[in-house]
């Protein structure tokens, strides 16, 4: 009984009566109360900002590691040889300077985005030439020879995905195969295939690509057996047999038979057989034998006569032989074994200045088309190389004139962007066309995910240093990363205005548009223009100075060093 009695005055302390019959307990109760309720939750705030200053101290520790990444992909891309772009780094940490944090952070993702495009199509198209994202299926639209995969070979490098690129490396080796009874494109074969496993020599010094190249090269060459030495356009890899497409009546193409010449003279150079860079070099001594006073040459060509058409574009069929004949003023260094290439651009040059126009109201610079006596006020995206281009030229001239074409270079840049600005998408269609009053409205619609835009805004800001070229650049790649990405990787749009996508994700998205886009956000010393010059497709290519006698065969041990540049810092000191 006294055990029952004892249990029942010990459960009397949680009835709440108790306590309304014991005023000074109940207010002790309540101060108990809220001295605990204090203590735990000070212990709470202390919790709080011990996990915001642990968050922000591992903040700090990704930005560092993203910068000793950065420096490691530097070192990596260069297979640990001794470059310029490495001395250019220490020079700025010496004086002090850093790179700013926001570029280090968009240059990442830039990163996250091309292992999301590789990943996909390591998973579901591996070894073919493209991947169709929303099928999830891998398709052959250039012969089955690893487009993507060989195309993307220098992007990986660059970006340190040392992985990514073995693995590719060995499917190179291994299962790379030429011997295709395959009509292919001269042109589309030799800058994303041979460009492309050249700059991967040229970045890893490893010779199973400048094998490869090799073998490639050899299988193109019988194209440039014409009248003239300007190439047919397409040809059966097993076979040979070169022929243009049905559709051209015969005729080569501008830009197809003029944009070889960069791969075909690093080739000869690589090689130290000049063969290469003679088949390609007769097509430009051909072209120059009637080259015209404005040196806009139409793009239909005949391979027998070297006679052009009357239509004339820096879009479509005539970009590259443009940009060509400056680069490859480059990639000899400057000298006066290249100077013709230089002269023929600077004459071209004079026929784009006729073409330029002006919109209304908002004076947007455009390029318009020519074809006989008729401009056509229309500009391909493809157009937006330009810039770049221009940019990169002008520094040839004296100041005055370099000024003039610089301004340009940023007046068709601002039209370029403006094109993906003017769309609900905010990504740019295929081309424009340009009406009194009306500024641009949109031609063909489609978006396939092209880089000739960034392209420019990178050349723009490495040789002005202007910083609104990256942030423009930015814009455009969170429009791709908005309405282009899916599960299984990146794909075009069939219209910018509705936003519809397609199934394609093209092979020079990998290694163009995001390449450009991660050395957008890069220090200017990661591939340097006074040591590399880009092809069409963006593949880095070592500048080699070129002597009067012809071919330099110093790089035929795969161990060639580039000579000093001509170009000093001054008025393009960002270079």
């Known amino acids: 009984m006294a055990r029952s009695r004892s249990s029942s005055n010990r459960w009397r302390y949680i009835n709440p009566a108790y306590y309304l019959k014991r005023p000074k307990r109940l207010a002790f109760l309540f101060i108990a109360f809220v001295c605990i309720s204090f203590f735990v939750w000070d ?71 091309m292992l999301h495009a590789w990943t996909s199509y390591e998973k579901y198209a591996w070894g073919k030439d493209e991947l169709q994202p929303q099928s999830k299926n891998g398709v052959d639209s ?72 090799t073998d490639i090269g050899n299988r193109l060459l019988p194209a440039w057996d014409t009248a003239t030495g300007i190439p047919f356009n397409i040809i059966n890899l097993a076979h040979g047999n070169p022929h243009n497409p049905g559709w051209t009546r015969g005729d080569s193409i501008l830009a197809d038979s003029g944009t070889e010449q960069l791969e075909f003279i690093a080739l000869s150079q690589r ?33 027998h006569r070297g006679t052009p058409s009357s239509t004339i574009t820096f879009g479509a069929m005539g970009d590259s032989f443009y940009e060509y004949l400056l680069k490859v003023w480059i ?19 004079t026929g784009l200045l006729s073409l330029v126009k002006k919109t209304t109201p908002s004076s947007f610079t455009y390029i318009a088309e020519k074809n006989g006596d008729s401009i056509i006020d229309k500009m391909d995206e493809l157009a937006c190389f330009a810039p770049g281009m221009i940019a990169l030229g002008a520094s040839g001239y004296g100041p005055d004139k370099s000024q003039q ?8 840049a601002w039209t370029c962007y403006n094109f993906y600005q003017s769309t609900p998408t905010k990504l740019a269609g295929e081309n424009y066309f340009f009406h009194a009053g009306q500024d641009m409205t949109v031609g063909t619609s489609w978006n396939i995910l092209r880089p000739e835009t960034v392209e420019s805004l990178f050349y723009l800001w490495r040789l002005t240093g202007n910083k609104t070229y990256q942030d423009w650049g930015w814009d455009i790649f969170e429009a791709f990363e908005k309405n282009c990405r899916i599960e299984s990787g990146y794909v075009g749009l069939k219209d910018v205005n509705s936003g519809v996508k397609d199934d394609m994700m093209q092979s020079f998205f990998l290694a163009e548009t995001l390449k450009y886009l991660y050395l957008l956000f890069s220090p200017t010393s990661v591939i340097s223009l006074d040591e590399w010059v880009f092809n069409t497709e963006a593949h880095p290519l070592r500048i080699v100075t070129r002597p009067l006698e012809g071919v330099n065969s110093e790089a035929s041990d795969g161990q060639h060093k580039p000579k000093s540049h001509a170009r000093k810092e001054g008025r393009f000191g960002h270079l």
């Open 142 to 213: 250039f012969g089955g020879l690893g487009a993507t995969l060989v195309d993307s070979l220098d992007t990986l490098y660059i970006m340190g995905l040392d992985e990514q690129f073995q693995r590719a490396r060995g499917w190179v080796a291994d299962s790379l195969n030429f011997n295709k009874s395959y009509d292919a494109s001269v042109f589309e074969t030799t800058i994303r295939v041979v460009g492309g496993l050249l700059s991967a020599f040229d970045l890893s010094g490893d010779k199973i690509f400048l094998e490869k190249a």
């Open 43 to 113: 212990r709470q705030t202390l919790v709080r900002e011990h996990e915001v200053e642990v968050a922000q101290l591992n903040e700090v520790v990704l930005r560092l590691q993203n910068l000793l990444e950065e420096s490691d992909t530097v070192k990596d891309a260069l297979g640990g040889k001794s470059f310029s772009g490495i001395e250019g780094s220490g020079a700025k940490k010496k004086k002090g300077i850093q790179e700013d944090p926001i570029d280090v952070e968009r240059r990442q993702k830039v990163k996250g985005a």
């Open 271 to 303: 090689t130290g057989d000049p063969k290469y860079q003679e088949k390609a070099e007769n097509a430009i001594l051909q072209f120059n034998k009637t080259f015209p006073l404005d040196g806009l040459l139409g793009i239909y060509i005949n391979p």
């Open 405 to 412: 074409f610089l301004t340009l270079a940023e007046e068709l």
């Open 331 to 349: 990639q000899g260094n400057r000298t006066a074994a290249v100077k013709l290439y230089r002269d023929m651009w600077e004459t071209s040059m």
